[in-house]
Nanobody
């Protein structure tokens, strides 16, 4: 059974940092492209950052470039999103998603598995 479990969310002041972690079981992250999506009420899920199956390429939404860093640890079977210089507009429910595709896609429908999400709230 595949499980993706996100952790690390919380309440932080603007300008602060958080480190989100996604622990995978039943699925080797080394064989999947992984994405961190985020969603706020009434809006579509948005890809914040992604990393390809091989780990050689990353993608970042323009709004998070230079502030967020995605990485995979194949040995620990985890995916991490380091978020720095957080802004109020980063407030969202963050989801870890896994895709059997070779590349990173911005459409959440291209992903096969996802977790329950972890809430990030940035106070201004």
């Amino acid at each position: 059974q595949v499980q993706l479990v996100e952790s690390g969310g919380g309440l932080v002041q603007a300008g602060g940092s958080l480190r989100l972690s996604c622990a995978a079981s039943g699925l080797p992250v080394a064989n999947y492209s992984m994405g961190w999506f985020r969603q706020t009420p009434g809006k579509e899920r948005e890809l914040a950052a992604g990393i390809t199956r091989g780990g050689g390429s990353t993608y970042y939404a323009d709004s998070v470039k230079g502030r967020f860093t995605i990485s995979k640890d194949n040995a620990k079977n985890t995916v991490t999103l380091q978020m720095n210089d957080l802004r109020s507009e980063d407030t969202a429910l963050y989801y870890c998603e896994a895709s059997n595709e070779r590349w990173v896609y911005a459409n959440s429908a291209r992903y096969d598995y996802w977790g329950q999400g972890t809430q990030v709230t940035v106070s201004s």
